[in-house]
Structures are given as structure tokens and as C-alpha cells.
């Protein structure tokens, strides 16, 4: 029995260590290749914060559907600060976790732990950020983030033509943070619908503030977007009014939202200006059928995760892992093979139905 035992584990291992060292950064398409049962250990998932909705409900996702496909799983989250996301990288590796599913604050940051994991043979997976600078991330797993940008810029030029106010628009631009690699994909994506109206005078900046090294918001900070917000107002809108803002998150949309009301906005017949976001959280959902934020992003985080389990299956047990993009995500080192899935757009006429439909917040949520 001892020896039967003995023959079960080292079987068990050796499919463990071929899991984790077979070559993941290779471009894998196509249907599953192998039928070998997963090696279901521990998985590490580093998230970003908690002060974001979005990313407590990836965390919870991620966790709940591994544990139900018989993983354990170790989720920790890093208030947002960069060293605390190092060590707890790091703390994975040295726990010998089976594989690391990555959320990065700084996508630069981990590559020195990420070459740990690297010759500790443990995947990498980066989730929904692109880990940079390394070729230790086998994949990567996001929604379409210049889409987002496209929908955002889109939704903004759609409130204004709606808004009747006559043209030129007034219009400010905000971005995310700066080490996060989507914030530049979701302001290209913006601005190759913005910048042919701003070109043709069709849209005015009348701060002058277009870099995007300029309109960032580091870390997503909310109170970061009101104070900028309430510095443009100062000193660019005395005698006008502003009819439209570019916002790549939620958060950084009521932090605006909230500058402008500061300054007599949303009352006395002067009407708050288009304000776009991203994530659909609550509060802004709520916002937006009261008629206040225009427009969020949906994305869809329970898809996102059950992709990034689909992928961890694969991988661990040596099945070809099926991505639908190899060429998007160059993080400097490398092209990373992606699963990418498809943001949505809503606003007041179609935020409620499409989320109810989802199921990604119930009636009572939202009433
Ligand atoms: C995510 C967005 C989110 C932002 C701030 C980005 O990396 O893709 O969904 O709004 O971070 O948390």
C-alpha cells in the first residue's frame, strides 16, 4: 500500500513539475489538446486594493470558482502599495504556490520577484493589467482596453450631441494612472475618437492640458482627479462652462462629478457636463440613473475570471492553452498571449437592462 502510495505521489509531482515548467510563453491557439486531469494545488492571486469595487469582486470570483474546481486558492490584496505587492509576490514564490495569478499596481514593479517565479518554474499569469518588462508572464487575461477607450470617447461625443449645447464643445480630459499599462490604452483609444473633433474644432480644451503625461491620475486616486478638477475650473472656466469630461473610471468620475458640483454645477439651471467612467460600480450606476454621471464600462469580472480559471486548468494540467490574441500586449520583453473579451458601454437608457441581464446587480440593488 506504502509503495502504491509512494508510486500515486511521485506520479502526482513529476505532473506538477511538467505543469509548471513546460513552456507557457508560447502563442497557444485552438482546442484543448489533452485530456490529463489538472494538479490542483495552491494558487496565488495578488490583487491591487480594496478601495475599488471591481477588484473585490475579481478577487471573490476568481477565489469562489477555483475553490469550486478544487484549488486552494491564497488571495491577498496590497492597499494600493507597491513594496506590500512585492513582498506578497515574493511570499507566493517562497510558499511554492502552483501558479501566480497577478493584478499589478506597477506593471514594472514585480519583474524581479516575477524572475523568481520564473526559476522557481511557477506560471505567471497577469490579470487584467499587463505585467511589463519580463518574460516571466506565460498569459494574460483583459477585456479589450483601446475598446474602452473607443466606447468612453464615443459615449462622450454621443452625451454632447444629445446635451443640445452648441458647438464648441468645452471639454476636459482626465486619465489613469501612469504605471498602469491600460491607462495609455484606454486615453489612445479615446483620443483617436476625440482628436479628429479637437482637430476640426468641433471640441475645445480650454485648459490646454491634452499630454497624457499631464491629464494622468496616478494610482486612480479619486481626491487626486477632484483637486485637478477643481484647479481647471479656477482656472480655466471663469467666464464659461465646461459640457463634457473624459473619465477612464468611476471612481475618478465622482471625484470629478464632485468638484463640479462644488462649483455650482448640477443646480440653479446649470447643468452638470457629460462625464464618462468605467467599471459600473454601484455608486456610479446609481449615479447615472439619477442622471448625473452620463456613462460607464461594463466589464464583466465574473467572465474575466472564469477565462483566467479556464486558463489555470489548462496549465495545470499541461493541456494547450486557447488565447484569441497574439499580438496586442508587447510588455517590452514580449508579445503575451491574451484572452481578451469585449467591454460593454451603457448609460441611462441601457445601464439597468444590460446589468439586471448579467446578473451583476439585482433589482434591489438598483432600485
Ligand atoms: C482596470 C479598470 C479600472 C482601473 C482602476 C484598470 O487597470 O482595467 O477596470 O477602472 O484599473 O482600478
Given at each position: 500500500m506504502r509503495k502504491i502510495l509512494a508510486v500515486a505521489a511521485a506520479a502526482a509531482l513529476a505532473l506538477s513539475l511538467s505543469a509548471c515548467g513546460r513552456d507557457t510563453g508560447t502563442p497557444a491557439t485552438g482546442a484543448s489538446g489533452s485530456s490529463a486531469a489538472a494538479v490542483k494545488g495552491t494558487i496565488g492571486v495578488a490583487m491591487?486594493?480594496?478601495?475599488s469595487e471591481r477588484w473585490i469582486k475579481d478577487g471573490d470570483n476568481i477565489k469562489q470558482q477555483l475553490e469550486a474546481a478544487g484549488y486552494q486558492v491564497n488571495l491577498v490584496y496590497a492597499n494600493d502599495d507597491i513594496p506590500t505587492q512585492v513582498t506578497q509576490v515574493n511570499d507566493m514564490i517562497t510558499k511554492k504556490n502552483q501558479l501566480l495569478v497577478v493584478a499589478a499596481i506597477d506593471g514594472v514593479a514585480l519583474k524581479g520577484a516575477l524572475a523568481e517565479a520564473k526559476s522557481a518554474g511557477i506560471p505567471v499569469i497577469a490579470y487584467d493589467r499587463l505585467l511589463r518588462e519580463t518574460d516571466a508572464v506565460s498569459y494574460y487575461t483583459t477585456f479589450d482596453n483601446f475598446k474602452v477607450g473607443v466606447q468612453q470617447g464615443t459615449s462622450l461625443l454621443a452625451g454632447l450631441a444629445a446635451s443640445g449645447k452648441p458647438k464648441p464643445w468645452n471639454v476636459e480630459l482626465f486619465a489613469g494612472s501612469p504605471d498602469d499599462n491600460n491607462a495609455t490604452f484606454f486615453f489612445n483609444g479615446a483620443m483617436s475618437i476625440l482628436?479628429?473633433?479637437?482637430?476640426?474644432?468641433?471640441?475645445?480644451?480650454a485648459s490646454g492640458e491634452t499630454d497624457f503625461k499631464v491629464v494622468a491620475t496616478l494610482r486612480w486616486d479619486a481626491a487626486v482627479a477632484k483637486k485637478r478638477m477643481e484647479n481647471i475650473l479656477t482656472k480655466s472656466y471663469a467666464s464659461s462652462d465646461v459640457n463634457g469630461v473624459l473619465a477612464p473610471y468611476d471612481g475618478i468620475s465622482r471625484g470629478i462629478i464632485a468638484a463640479l458640483k462644488g462649483s455650482g454645477y448640477g443646480s440653479g439651471g446649470k447643468v452638470l457636463p457629460v462625464v464618462t467612467g468605467q467599471d459600473a460600480e454601484l455608486e456610479s450606476v446609481k449615479s447615472i440613473l439619477a442622471g448625473e454621471q452620463y456613462s460607464t464600462i461594463f466589464k464583466d469580472t465574473s467572465e474575466l475570471a472564469k477565462a483566467t480559471v479556464k486558463m489555470i486548468q489548462e496549465i495545470t494540467s499541461g493541456a494547450t492553452v486557447t488565447v484569441n490574441d497574439t499580438?496586442?500586449?508587447d510588455n517590452g520583453l514580449k508579445v503575451v498571449p491574451t484572452e481578451l473579451l469585449q467591454p460593454v458601454a451603457c448609460d441611462k437608457s441601457s445601464c439597468k437592462k444590460i446589468l439586471l441581464d448579467a446578473k451583476y446587480y439585482t433589482d434591489a440593488q438598483l432600485a
Amino acid at each position: 500500500m506504502r509503495k502504491i502510495l509512494a508510486v500515486a505521489a511521485a506520479a502526482a509531482l513529476a505532473l506538477s513539475l511538467s505543469a509548471c515548467g513546460r513552456d507557457t510563453g508560447t502563442p497557444a491557439t485552438g482546442a484543448s489538446g489533452s485530456s490529463a486531469a489538472a494538479v490542483k494545488g495552491t494558487i496565488g492571486v495578488a490583487m491591487p486594493t480594496k478601495t475599488s469595487e471591481r477588484w473585490i469582486k475579481d478577487g471573490d470570483n476568481i477565489k469562489q470558482q477555483l475553490e469550486a474546481a478544487g484549488y486552494q486558492v491564497n488571495l491577498v490584496y496590497a492597499n494600493d502599495d507597491i513594496p506590500t505587492q512585492v513582498t506578497q509576490v515574493n511570499d507566493m514564490i517562497t510558499k511554492k504556490n502552483q501558479l501566480l495569478v497577478v493584478a499589478a499596481i506597477d506593471g514594472v514593479a514585480l519583474k524581479g520577484a516575477l524572475a523568481e517565479a520564473k526559476s522557481a518554474g511557477i506560471p505567471v499569469i497577469a490579470y487584467d493589467r499587463l505585467l511589463r518588462e519580463t518574460d516571466a508572464v506565460s498569459y494574460y487575461t483583459t477585456f479589450d482596453n483601446f475598446k474602452v477607450g473607443v466606447q468612453q470617447g464615443t459615449s462622450l461625443l454621443a452625451g454632447l450631441a444629445a446635451s443640445g449645447k452648441p458647438k464648441p464643445w468645452n471639454v476636459e480630459l482626465f486619465a489613469g494612472s501612469p504605471d498602469d499599462n491600460n491607462a495609455t490604452f484606454f486615453f489612445n483609444g479615446a483620443m483617436s475618437i476625440l482628436q479628429p473633433k479637437i482637430d476640426d474644432g468641433t471640441i475645445k480644451i480650454a485648459s490646454g492640458e491634452t499630454d497624457f503625461k499631464v491629464v494622468a491620475t496616478l494610482r486612480w486616486d479619486a481626491a487626486v482627479a477632484k483637486k485637478r478638477m477643481e484647479n481647471i475650473l479656477t482656472k480655466s472656466y471663469a467666464s464659461s462652462d465646461v459640457n463634457g469630461v473624459l473619465a477612464p473610471y468611476d471612481g475618478i468620475s465622482r471625484g470629478i462629478i464632485a468638484a463640479l458640483k462644488g462649483s455650482g454645477y448640477g443646480s440653479g439651471g446649470k447643468v452638470l457636463p457629460v462625464v464618462t467612467g468605467q467599471d459600473a460600480e454601484l455608486e456610479s450606476v446609481k449615479s447615472i440613473l439619477a442622471g448625473e454621471q452620463y456613462s460607464t464600462i461594463f466589464k464583466d469580472t465574473s467572465e474575466l475570471a472564469k477565462a483566467t480559471v479556464k486558463m489555470i486548468q489548462e496549465i495545470t494540467s499541461g493541456a494547450t492553452v486557447t488565447v484569441n490574441d497574439t499580438k496586442s500586449y508587447d510588455n517590452g520583453l514580449k508579445v503575451v498571449p491574451t484572452e481578451l473579451l469585449q467591454p460593454v458601454a451603457c448609460d441611462k437608457s441601457s445601464c439597468k437592462k444590460i446589468l439586471l441581464d448579467a446578473k451583476y446587480y439585482t433589482d434591489a440593488q438598483l432600485a
